[in-house]
């Protein structure tokens, strides 16, 4: 099976006496109140998701990493995963310090050792981050609302905060022993964040034709107005799954973790992920991870060679769409017809036919998951 | 932090035929293409081993069996 990134699966979850001894000195440490994205990341750390990060970047691989995206091992990374708090909160917390990190409703999540805290400079970050320090990017707004220090050190987690999606949460440790458990020895990891149409449909079975078994990784976390909700996400999935696919060669398990629409740096950092997972193969599709016109259409395919020792073997799909004279979907290199027999594969298209109640064709999505979409009454983010 | 690059002498033969070798490619430079090659042949054959103990195997199999993920 695949290495973990960096050889090693982190796994720092507290048990037992070690939890115990947490919990009774909870009172009186200090605390720090995360919000979700944060405590996805603070999960994802812990679980291995992230391997080898044992913690907050300090001062030093920050850095790497926003200069030469890698850390100072000279290990592939580049999307710096840092723990920001005002001056102020900074100045109560001692370096040397445990600091309970706790979820909105104050209830435990981890151990924060706090070995460093540091200043950074917020529009250099966004700019090597994101390319741009255009305020309307979303990850560049983010990182501008930031606090202005950054707190750095391992952390142990205490208890995963609880959500509706448990029943599709792995952690690696998990997903790999499943791969096992299914006799996988290549598997290729599919990244979503949308309901499933013909064409993600198309680009997993093509995958999977040279690959053991499919990993459908939906990222859950917090969406953009008109994204879909988790659950229709995953509800779609497990009607396509049912209906449409080997149940011995298709798995599916949710990454929680917001995306930071970092476009090639986010796709270096999806494939780092899936890598701990346990996935041989990655599909990087059009834009993967983008957002707007930030990024060019193919740049987080070509930002793969610069990454010759990623580990995780990428496969690039460019475009795909429906031909009406060949009967299914295909791309430029097998379909000989002319634009006019096209379909092509819009989600706008898509949700907005939903929107109004309409069913997309069966070129586009399958009935039966349309059927399932329209099950809900609200199925997008308001 | 220490610096971010240092040297490393290679013989001046091999320079100029990696200087020919990548003329007219997108390799940007000598540097960028020894780097390239020696991250290459670094991260080749890593062993692939389990990350977890049969004790945890078990373990995990059990919560996987109750999620339906195996049978």
């Avoid at chain 1, 460093?116 to 990182?143: C, N, Q, S």
Wanted: proline share 6%; with cysteine; charged share 30%.
């Amino acid at each position: 099976m695949i290495q973990p990134h960096g050889g090693k699966l982190v796994e720092r979850v507290l048990r037992g006496p070690a939890k115990t001894a947490v919990l009774a000195k909870a009172a009186s440490m200090p605390r720090l109140r995360l919000d979700s994205e944060l405590v996805s990341d603070v999960e994802n750390i812990c679980l291995g998701v992230y391997s080898p990060l044992e913690g907050f970047l300090g001062q030093d691989d920050f850095r790497h990493v926003l200069s030469q995206r890698r850390l100072c091992s000279d290990l592939p990374w580049t999307i710096p995963i840092v723990l920001a708090v005002g001056r102020e909160e900074a100045a109560r917390l001692k370096e040397g310090a445990d600091i309970l990190l706790v979820e909105e409703r104050d209830r435990p999540v981890a151990v924060l050792h706090l070995a460093e805290k540091f200043t950074f400079d917020k529009g250099e970050t966004a700019e090597k981050t994101f390319g741009t320090r255009d305020a309307a990017h979303p990850g560049v707004a983010k990182v501008m609302a930031m606090g202005e220090v950054l707190l750095a050190g391992p952390v142990d987690l205490v208890d995963c905060v609880p959500t509706p999606y448990d029943r599709y949460k792995l952690s690696p440790k998990e997903t790999r022993v499943l791969f096992k458990e299914k006799g996988w020895r290549t598997v290729v990891g599919f990244q979503t964040r949308n309901t499933p149409h013909n064409g993600h449909e198309y680009l997993q079975k093509a995958a999977l034709t040279f690959a053991d078994g499919i990993f459908i990784n939906p990222v859950i976390g917090r969406k953009k107005k008109g994204d879909f909700k988790d659950e229709v996400i995953l509800a779609s999935y497990e009607e396509l799954i049912k209906h449409y696919y080997l149940r011995q060669r298709a798995v599916m398990a949710i990454l929680q973790m917001e995306m930071r629409y970092a476009g090639p740096r986010e796709a270096i950092h999806h494939a780092i992920i899936r890598k701990n997972f346990g996935c041989t193969h990655i599909i990087i599709g059009r834009d993967h991870a983008g957002v707007g016109k930030y990024y060019a259409p193919f740049a987080a395919q070509d930002v793969f060679e610069d990454f010759p020792d990623l580990g995780i073997v990428p496969l690039f799909f460019r475009a795909f769409y429906y031909c009406k004279k060949c009967q299914s979907v295909v791309n430029e290199k097998i379909c000989p017809h002319p634009p006019a027999d096209q379909i092509q594969y819009s989600g706008t298209k898509i949700r907005d036919m939903l929107i109004k109640g309409e069913v997309p064709p069966p070129e586009l999505m399958r009935p039966e998951v349309a059927k399932v979409i329209m099950s809900f009454k609200e199925p997008f983010n308001e | 932090m220490d610096k971010e690059f240092t040297t490393v002498s290679i013989p001046t033969s091999l320079y100029k035929k990696i200087e020919e070798a990548i003329k007219g490619t997108e390799v940007g430079s000598v540097s960028s293409y020894i780097v390239k090659v020696l991250r290459e042949s670094l991260a080749k054959d890593q062993p692939s081993q389990d990350v977890f103990s049969q004790e945890d195997e078990e373990k995990v199999k059990e919560r996987l069996k109750a999620l339906g993920y195996i049978d």
